[in-house]
């Protein structure tokens, strides 16, 4: 299994249009590769380098196995959005206080549908769907503050 994005390539810099920063819009995802038995995905990503460790930027479950592409379109009705570490329900785009930082999204291929509901967290989420991980695939983009 793959993700990948037409923004950025791993380990490259993000476009300022996905953070904070600029619009922060959701950057265009590819997925591809989706194990035939897979029931559903889910979609996190985190800031790696976060002074307090790793910090929620965005939480998807639910996701159906045939997406191959997310962007600023709405997601599948299917999918679930979760609270974020900003307590909020949405996809919150790089933000670092300082420093470069790694924003890593990491998909997983389950072989069930996640019973929980909007809004859980990503801690939540992931006790919900351990033992079910088929795949996983990771893409990462780096961020620097901006001055």
């Not at 996905?18 to 819009?25: H, S, V």
């Not at 995802?29 to 976060?50: C, H, K, N, T, Y």
């Not at 933000?95 to 389950?110: D, E, M, T």
């Not at 996983?136 to 901006?146: D, I, K, N, P, V």
Request: glycine share 8%; proline share 10%.
């Amino acid at each position: 299994m793959q993700i990948s994005s037409t923004a950025f390539e791993n380990g490259t810099e993000i476009p300022e249009k996905f953070t904070f920063d600029g619009e922060n819009a959701r950057p265009p995802l590819r997925i591809s590769g989706v194990p035939d038995q897979a029931r559903s995905l889910v979609l996190f990503m985190e800031d790696l380098d976060s002074p307090i460790g790793p910090f929620t930027h965005w939480v998807v479950w639910n996701l159906p196995p045939q997406t191959e592409h997310l962007g600023e379109d709405p997601l599948p009705r299917e999918a679930e959005t979760g609270i974020n570490g900003f307590g909020e329900v949405r996809y919150s785009g790089p933000c670092p206080p300082s420093g470069k930082h790694r924003y890593r999204f990491r998909l997983l291929a389950l072989d069930t549908r996640l019973e929980a509901t909007s809004p859980d967290r990503k801690d939540q989420i992931e006790s919900e769907m351990d033992g079910n991980v088929l795949s996983e695939a990771t893409l990462t983009g780096l961020y620097t503050a901006r001055p």
